[in-house]
């Protein structure tokens, strides 16, 4: 059900938000005349790039659960290794979070 929900609702709703911000940013000059927001989308770009390998991982997790519950070991690492992509995923979010907030208005 949480795939599900990240196929049909999140993803489509992070879609419309950047582009309704980007729509929203050519009224007032575009994202050229705007840093903050040219360098939040590539962050933006290179956190769905790091997303691939969390999935990967999380789905790994997924199949370890249902086929080998007992495998305390493996589900342990995947675990691990799931917290760390995930904090490796959230940098380029705080870099966002962080040039929004420095701007030059």
Do not use: H, R
């Amino acid at each position: 059900l949480l795939q599900l929900t990240d196929l049909y609702l999140t993803i489509p709703g992070i879609d419309i938000n950047v582009l309704n911000g980007l729509y929203l940013a050519s009224v007032f000059g575009g994202t050229y005349n705007q840093p903050w927001l040219f360098y939040s989308i590539i962050s933006l770009f290179v956190m769905w790039a790091l997303s691939l390998p969390m999935i990967y991982i999380q789905e790994k997790m997924y199949s370890a659960l249902d086929n080998e519950p007992d495998n305390d070991t493996k589900i342990n690492k995947l675990f691990i290794s799931w917290g760390i992509m995930g904090t490796i995923l959230m940098i380029p979010i705080m870099i966002v979070f962080y040039l929004m907030m420095v701007k030059s208005i």
